[in-house]
């Protein structure tokens, strides 16, 4: 079975600007994969392209086995898409809305009927069906998004930043919904997001960081790769107090964003000596476990959020 | 057993999903016209202005308005205007359904409707036709006004005159495509209102003859005036709707009906061609 996306050398500029530098990536069927990255790091353009909402420029993606850039129509037919921006009609209901959708992949009459019910049902949407998308809370919305981009049974999803605007139980209700595509009917599940603590329930996760891959494994993997816990030192003079224990003792310090950071296999016995051998010059030390973050920093060199140059 | 069941119409929905551009394109009409019912007051702008122009214009320019026609058989100008009101109302109407593809596109709506997998000009014949039938629902209401000014119609001068207006406002609402598809704010597009459609509509021949280029009688708004579709249009209906008035009553050098048919007709080819032509090309713009 071809895999679910693969990307060759995938290049996107808007402008000058470039968006996805040479980007090569292949997403498994049957997992839920996390695009993960900082605002502009280039995972929505990947999502646009590969959701055949903008055009390739250069490279090649293959979603399901089809060329995006030349079987548009064939990838269309298999994918659903939920947009970040909602992209439900406010002023219909939400079986309107279905219908429509419905419609529009050429579906109609009693097929089209059942497929809703079924859609509804399975969103604990039915009791609103006849409500207007308006009068309905963020939470439903989403819901009502997940099951038109379901109703034609798509083999792949692709979602973008899905759970923004959600607060945590519907988060959590999105999370059960795309485990149970994911289990049941053997849908691929490609998400994009922002936030770290959705990336660590994906199967596995790409990071991107200025159009380029970052990382590329299961979760666990990556913080396992990051070798051991990390230290994280606040203090005035980062670079200088980096300096003197990358001197002193041999450690690999680095400064990143004003923080000293280290990764050590037994980072606990560290804490103390290095107060001890740098008196004053450390305002806090915090030991961690590795998370993505650390992955991140690892292996760009800098924080996850950051504001900007 | 229904987890199966559902697994089941899961594996026969992926391979039945065959497009069906003419049902996606009848869907998209039909939610315009839901849409525009549950609006209520786009349903008053669109024919309120243009009724409030016709009686005022009609009433306060009735006396000195005089067509250089025959003797005592010259109409009013409340009966001179009436079919360019209908064209003002097909247009007004046209324009704010058009309005509408920026407002998909703000709300999100259009990004679905752009990954379907339908050739594009299904969601440009849903979209136009859309607003054509509402364009068209409210010239009717209009024209039913005019037996209060003791118009007549027969059935065959009220088909000729809905099929005549259906293609004015099938062009219009097309031309408000093209000028709507680019666009990312409302704003942008009463600019264009203002000065390009306004002013076509002022030049058709529904505000003043065209033979003479108005009172100035200039002869660069004559032609202006004859190179204006949309002069066609207002001479058509002014034509089916004035039918069983003697030839003289009509503006001297109104244009032939046949030539109103061919022009009408082309110009509704022309803008469809035109706003096909613009949704086809995927551009980052598509976002905005």
Redesign the interface.
Known sequence: MPPAIETSQLVHRYGERTALAALDLSVETGEIFALLGPNGGGKTTLFRLLSTLIPIQQGSARVLGYDVAGETAEVRRRIGVVFQAPALDKKLTVDENLRHQGHLYGMSGRPLQRRSDEMLSRLRLADRRRDLVETLSGGLRRRVELAKGMLHGPRLLLLDEPSTGLDPAARSDLWDYLRQIRGEDGVTVALTTHLLEEAEKADRLAILNAGSLVALDTPDRLRASVGGDTLTIETDEAASLAAAIADRFGLPAHEVDGSVRLELPDAAQWVPRLIEALPGRIESITLGKPTLEDVFIARTGHRFFDDGP | MT?HA??L??????E?????PW??A???CS?EL??FV??RNRVFGAIGQPIIFWLLFGFGLGRSFRLPAADGQSMNYLEYFFPGTLVLILLFTAIFATISIIEDRR???L????????PRWSLVLGKVLGGTLIALAQGLVFLLLGLTVGLKFSVVSLTAIGLFSFLIAFALTALGFVIAWRLDSTQGFHAIMSVFLMPMWLLSGAFFPADRGGSAGAAWLAILMRANPLTYGVAGLRRLIYWDLPGAALPADLPAMSTCWLVTLGFAALTFALSWRVVGK???G??L
């Open positions: 987890d559902a697994t119409t899961q594996a026969d929905t992926v039945a999903v065959v497009p069906r049902l996606a009848g869907t998209l939610r839901v849409r549950r609006q709300e999100g709506f990004q679905s409707v752009l990954v379907a997998p339908l995927r551009t980052t598509d976002l």
